[in-house]
C-alpha cells in the first residue's frame, strides 16, 4: 500500500522519535506524529509523504495510551516549548533514560550501555516520590515538582496576523508568536513581567519588531530569576540604542520584590540571535547574583547560567563525585561559562583552569572564584579547541581530571585529540546532547579511556531534551579498579 496524502489510516504509536514525536508503522512505513505517545490507537491523516518515512496528524486518539496525561497547560498543543506535556512524567523519564542508552549503544558503539547507567534523576513532590517506583528513576525532592523550574525565560516580542502586540513562544518549527499569558515552566514572576510589558507597549505605544521586515524596536524580553536569592534581571531586547519612555518602564518594573537590574540588549542583526552582543544597564545592577549549593554566582546577561537551578545542583554533585577528586589534582573545565563546575571542583582540587569563550562569563568566573574567596581557580578567553593545545604544546600543562560541559554540537574534534594526548586519568563529560555525547564517548574510546558510568539527570520537564553525566577512565586505571574489585 503507498501511503497517500489527505488520506486517513488508524495506527498505534509503538515509539517517541528523537524530538518526542510519536512514531507508529502503516505497512511498515514509519510515520511521525506531533502530540502522540507509545500506546496510542489514533486516527492519524498523512501530511506529508517521504521515500521512507511520512508525517502525520493525529485527528482523534481512539484508544489512550495508559501513560497519556492531560495537558496542564492551555497553550500545549500550538506552543513549540513543551512537547512531552501529554506524557505523564514517569514516562519521560524512561523515554530520556532510554534515549541516552540508545545513544550510546547505536552511535557510541558500547554494547550494553544499561550495565553502566545510573538511574535518572527527576524532580517530584514529597507526595509524587512516594509513588514513584521504577528503578530506573531517582526521586529528587523539589517543592513545586516538575513545574516551575527555568530562572530564564526568552519570550519573542512581536505583532500577531491582526496585528495586535504579543508576548508568548514561538510555535513550533515556525515564528508564529502563540501568546502564552501564563507559563507552566517558568518561573511565576516572569508572567507579571511580561503583563507589565503588555501594559508599557500599549500605553505608549511602543513599535515591535517584525522580522521579515527587519523593522520596529522590541524583539524579546528576557527574565532571570536566582532562585535561591529571590534577584530578578529583566532585559529588553531592541532593535535600536534607546527605549522610549525608558523611565516609565522602569518605575513599572523597580517595584516588583526582588528587581535588582534592568537592562536593554542592543541587536541590530537581522538574526535568529536572540541576543546582541552590547547591553545597557537602565536601573540597578548589570548582574543578578545567585546559589548553586553553597557557592555564590553573579550572573551577567550575555553569561550562560543552568536554566533549572534545583536539578543543575545534583548535576554538578554527580560531576564531583565522577571527577573523585582527593585535593591534589589538576583539574581543567572546558566550557566552564562563569565558572559554576571550576568553582564546585575548585573546593576539592589542588588547581582548576577554566576555559571559555565568552569574555564576559569569564570575567564573572573571575569575579565569582574572588566572591567565594577561591584562590585556585585561573580562567583563560578563548575556544577549548585553540587554548587547550596551545597551553598543552607550549606550557607543558597536564591535568588528572578534565571536565567538559559543550554545547549541543559537542567538543570540536582538536579538544579530544589534545585531550588524549594529556592522558588525564580521567574525564567528565557533562552532555546536553546525547548523540554528540556518543559520538565523543565513541573518540575518547578509540584515543583509550573507557565508558564507566553515566547518569542523566532531568533538567528540561517537559520538553525532550536530557542531560547527562559520563566518567570515562583511562583503561589501565579502570583495569586496576577492576582487578582491585576481583582481589
Ligand atoms: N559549564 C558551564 C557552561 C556550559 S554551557 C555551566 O554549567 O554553567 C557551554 C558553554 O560553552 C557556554 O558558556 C558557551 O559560551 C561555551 N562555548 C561554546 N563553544 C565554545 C568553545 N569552542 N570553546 C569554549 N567555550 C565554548
Given at each position: 500500500?503507498?501511503?497517500?496524502?489527505?488520506?486517513?489510516?488508524?495506527?498505534?504509536?509503538?515509539?517517541?522519535?528523537?524530538?518526542?514525536?510519536?512514531?507508529?508503522?502503516?505497512?511498515?512505513?514509519?510515520?511521525?506524529?506531533?502530540?502522540?505517545?507509545?500506546?496510542?490507537?489514533?486516527?492519524?491523516?498523512?501530511?506529508?509523504?517521504?521515500?521512507?518515512?511520512?508525517?502525520?496528524?493525529?485527528?482523534?486518539?481512539?484508544?489512550?495510551?495508559?501513560?497519556?496525561?492531560?495537558?496542564?497547560?492551555?497553550?500545549?498543543?500550538?506552543?513549540?516549548?513543551?512537547?512531552?506535556?501529554?506524557?505523564?512524567?514517569?514516562?519521560?523519564?524512561?523515554?530520556?533514560?532510554?534515549?541516552?542508552?540508545?545513544?550510546?549503544?547505536?552511535?557510541?558503539?558500547?554494547?550494553?550501555?544499561?550495565?553502566?547507567m545510573e538511574p535518572i534523576i527527576g524532580m517530584f513532590t514529597e507526595e509524587e516520590r512516594r509513588r514513584v517506583d521504577n528503578p530506573l528513576i531517582f526521586a529528587n525532592v523539589c517543592e513545586k515538582g516538575h513545574?516551575?523550574?527555568?530562572?530564564?525565560?526568552?519570550?519573542?516580542?512581536?505583532?500577531?496576523?491582526?496585528?495586535?502586540?504579543?508576548?508568548?513562544?514561538?510555535?513550533?518549527?515556525?515564528?508564529?508568536?502563540?501568546?502564552?499569558?501564563?507559563?507552566?515552566?517558568?518561573?511565576?514572576?516572569?508572567?507579571?513581567?511580561?503583563?507589565?510589558?503588555?501594559?508599557?507597549?500599549?500605553?505608549?505605544?511602543?513599535?515591535?519588531?517584525?522580522?521579515?521586515?527587519?523593522?520596529?524596536?522590541?524583539?524579546?524580553?528576557?527574565?532571570?530569576?536566582?532562585?535561591?536569592?529571590?534577584?530578578?534581571?529583566?532585559?529588553?531586547?531592541?532593535?535600536?540604542?534607546?527605549?522610549?519612555?525608558?523611565?516609565?518602564?522602569?518605575?513599572?518594573?523597580?517595584?516588583?520584590?526582588?528587581?535588582?537590574?534592568?537592562?536593554?540588549?542592543?541587536?541590530?542583526?537581522?538574526?535568529?540571535?536572540?541576543?546582541?552582543?552590547?547591553?545597557?544597564?537602565?536601573?540597578?545592577?548589570?548582574?543578578?547574583?545567585?546559589?548553586?549549593?553553597?557557592?555564590?554566582?553573579?550572573?551577567?546577561?550575555?553569561?550562560?547560567?543552568?536554566?533549572?537551578?534545583?536539578?543543575?545542583?545534583?548535576?554538578?554533585?554527580?560531576?564531583?563525585?565522577?571527577?573523585?577528586?582527593?585535593?591534589?589534582?589538576?583539574?581543567?573545565?572546558?566550557?566552564?561559562?562563569?565558572?559554576?563546575?571550576?568553582?564546585?571542583?575548585?573546593?576539592?582540587?589542588?588547581?582548576?583552569?577554566?576555559?571559555?569563550?565568552?569574555?564576559?562569563?569569564?570575567?564573572?568566573?573571575?569575579?565569582?572564584?574572588?566572591?567565594?574567596?577561591?584562590?585556585?581557580?585561573?580562567?583563560?578567553?578563548?575556544?577549548?579547541?585553540?587554548?587547550?593545545?596551545?597551553?598543552?604544546?607550549?606550557?607543558?600543562?597536564?591535568?588528572?581530571?578534565?571536565?567538559?560541559?559543550?554545547?549541543?554540537?559537542?567538543?570540536?574534534?582538536?579538544?579530544?585529540?589534545?585531550?588524549?594526548?594529556?592522558?588525564?586519568?580521567?574525564?567528565?563529560?557533562?552532555?546536553?546532547?546525547?548523540?554528540?555525547?556518543?559520538?565523543?564517548?565513541?573518540?575518547?574510546?578509540?584515543?583509550?579511556?573507557?565508558?564507566?558510568?553515566?547518569?542523566?539527570?532531568?533538567?528540561?520537564p517537559l520538553g525532550f531534551h536530557v542531560e547527562t553525566v559520563v566518567l570515562m577512565l583511562k583503561k589501565e586505571v579502570a583495569g586496576k579498579m577492576f582487578?582491585?574489585?576481583?582481589?
Open positions: 500500500m503507498n501511503l497517500e496524502k489527505n488520506q486517513e489510516y488508524e495506527m498505534t504509536i509503538k515509539d517517541l522519535g528523537n524530538e518526542g514525536e510519536g512514531i507508529g508503522h502503516i505497512d511498515g512505513m514509519a510515520v511521525f506524529v506531533k502530540d502522540t505517545v507509545p500506546g496510542d490507537v489514533i486516527r492519524v491523516r498523512i501530511v506529508k509523504v517521504r521515500k521512507h518515512f511520512a508525517f502525520g496528524r493525529a485527528m482523534a486518539v481512539l484508544v489512550p495510551s495508559p501513560d497519556r496525561v492531560e495537558p496542564l497547560c492551555p497553550w500545549a498543543k500550538r506552543c513549540g516549548g513543551c512537547s512531552l506535556q501529554h506524557l505523564s512524567y514517569e514516562a519521560q523519564l524512561v523515554y530520556k533514560w532510554n534515549k541516552v542508552k540508545n545513544c550510546l549503544e547505536r552511535i557510541g558503539g558500547i554494547l550494553d550501555a544499561a550495565a553502566y513545574w516551575h523550574y527555568r530562572n530564564k525565560a526568552q519570550f519573542p516580542v512581536g505583532y500577531d496576523r491582526e496585528g495586535n502586540p504579543v508576548t508568548g513562544f514561538y510555535a513550533s518549527r515556525s515564528h508564529d508568536i502563540v501568546p502564552v499569558i501564563s507559563c507552566g515552566i517558568q518561573a511565576e514572576i516572569s508572567d507579571e513581567i511580561n503583563g507589565k510589558l503588555q501594559q508599557f507597549i500599549c500605553r505608549y505605544q511602543i513599535s515591535l519588531y517584525d522580522e521579515a521586515k527587519h523593522q520596529g524596536l522590541v524583539r524579546h524580553i528576557l527574565t532571570r530569576v536566582g532562585f535561591a536569592t529571590g534577584e530578578i534581571m529583566v532585559c529588553l531586547v531592541i532593535n535600536g540604542e534607546e527605549l522610549p519612555h525608558e523611565k516609565e518602564w522602569v518605575e513599572k518594573l523597580k517595584t516588583i520584590p526582588g528587581m535588582t537590574s534592568i537592562c536593554l540588549n542592543i541587536n541590530k542583526e537581522k538574526t535568529n540571535r536572540i541576543l546582541g552582543d552590547r547591553c545597557k544597564t537602565l536601573w540597578g545592577q548589570d548582574y543578578i547574583t545567585d546559589y548553586i549549593g553553597d557557592i555564590k554566582y553573579r550572573i551577567s546577561p550575555l553569561s550562560f547560567y543552568q536554566v533549572n537551578p534545583l536539578q543543575t545542583e545534583k548535576l554538578y554533585e554527580k560531576a564531583l563525585a565522577y571527577a573523585g577528586l582527593t585535593g591534589k589534582e589538576t583539574v581543567w573545565d572546558l566550557y566552564c561559562g562563569i565558572g559554576t563546575i571550576s568553582l564546585f571542583l575548585a573546593k576539592q582540587a589542588k588547581q582548576v583552569y577554566g576555559v571559555e569563550v565568552v569574555p564576559e562569563a569569564i570575567a564573572d568566573a573571575e569575579h565569582n572564584a574572588r566572591l567565594n574567596g577561591i584562590e585556585n581557580t585561573r580562567f583563560f578567553v578563548g575556544k577549548a579547541e585553540e587554548v587547550l593545545p596551545e597551553e598543552y604544546e607550549k606550557n607543558s600543562v597536564y591535568a588528572e581530571v578534565i571536565v567538559v560541559d559543550p554545547p549541543r554540537k559537542g567538543c570540536d574534534k582538536v579538544a579530544i585529540d589534545t585531550m588524549i594526548k594529556m592522558q588525564p586519568k580521567r574525564i567528565v563529560y557533562v552532555s546536553c546532547d546525547p548523540a554528540t555525547l556518543a559520538r565523543d564517548v565513541k573518540l575518547l574510546g578509540e584515543g583509550g579511556y573507557e565508558l564507566t558510568k553515566v547518569c542523566p539527570v532531568d533538567q528540561f582487578r582491585q574489585l576481583m582481589l
